[in-house]
């Protein structure tokens, strides 16, 4: 059975014990891990859909369970594309569901996976209330967080004012939600205000921290007369002379050249000095005498 817009009516259970658990279940053959969940035939009411699925699914009988409340209407996600069977007529593109949230009665021993032909799971645990969000498979997250977020304060009650109450007793088929599909103030009220009495004892932590930053500041800033520090006196600066290097003018790397000098007698000049003489700069280097030929004797 698919409605107009190709989406199947369908049921999920999120089933609790007593310390506010949830089961959680892997699919058969797969590593894949869900709440129980199942379609709506034509014949039946979406409670009826709901027992009938945790019998095939789970084992479990009216009796073993208490219905605590369902979502107020169809929450909605949709199938990835490879997963949609498009030679389908109508083409069913993803399902709307009616979340039941169901406290078990007895022990775990009425649990049974394999109750019917096709069994659906093959192993099952206990996980915190807010573990399957990171658990299933990603085109659910949406949907289950909507569902978890709006039935959390009938399993977590924590006086919440009655405008607030989104949730309650199953009493009919389910109303369609407003156009917009984002989530409420009353869906996010259980974890709201636990992340805000977070907040707000990080704040004050951090106060506390800030002004024994600020004292210490204070106290460095503005210091005792006897530890206080003198100004260490400024000396003013000198200009330096400094004489610059000693070079060797032409003169004397001509004489160099030409093997006039002997080597211990060479004088390195500084730079005024060789400047004050522009004759010796001018005068001509003596050419430089070419060293003797050696001849090759060849031998015959």
């Given amino acids: 059975m698919i409605d107009s817009e190709g989406y199947r009516p369908n049921v999920g259970i999120i089933l609790s014990n007593a310390d506010g658990r949830l089961f959680w279940a892997k699919r058969i053959g797969q590593h894949s891990w869900q709440f129980p969940q199942g379609g709506i035939r034509r014949d039946e009411s979406p409670e009826q859909a709901m027992f009938r699925e945790l019998a095939e699914e789970v084992g479990l009988r009216p009796e073993h369970v208490q219905v605590i409340g369902c979502t107020r209407g169809w929450l909605r996600y949709r199938l990835p594309k490879r997963l949609i069977r498009r030679g389908n007529q109508p083409t069913c593109i993803g399902q709307k569901q ?18 019917s032909e096709r069994p659906e799971f093959d192993h099952w645990q206990w996980v915190d209330y807010w573990y399957p969000l990171r658990a299933v498979v990603p085109f659910k997250r949406h949907v289950y967080w909507r569902a978890l977020c709006e039935l959390a304060p009938l399993l977590f009650p924590m006086n919440l004012p009655k405008r607030h109450s989104s949730v309650g007793s199953y009493n009919g088929a389910p109303t369609e939600r407003p156009a917009s599909r984002g989530l409420g103030l009353h869906c996010l009220s259980a974890p709201i205000r636990t992340l805000e009495t977070a907040m707000g004892a990080a704040k004050a932590v951090m106060e506390v921290a800030m002004e024994a930053t600020l004292a210490t500041v204070r106290s460095s800033e503005s210091p005792s007369p006897a530890t206080a520090v003198k100004p260490a006196p400024v000396l003013p600066l000198r200009q330096v002379e400094t004489c610059p290097h000693p070079v060797i003018t032409r003169m004397v790397i001509s004489a160099r050249r030409g093997g006039t000098l002997e080597p211990m007698t060479v004088v390195a000049t500084p730079v005024r000095e060789a400047a004050a003489s522009p004759a010796a700069m001018d005068k001509p280097r003596s050419p430089r005498p070419s060293a003797p030929r050696s001849h090759r004797v060849s031998r015959r």
């Avoid at 009616?98 to 406290?103: I, S």
């Fill in 98 to 115: 009616v979340w039941f949230l169901l406290r078990m009665l007895g022990g775990e021993e009425a649990v049974c996976l394999d109750s």
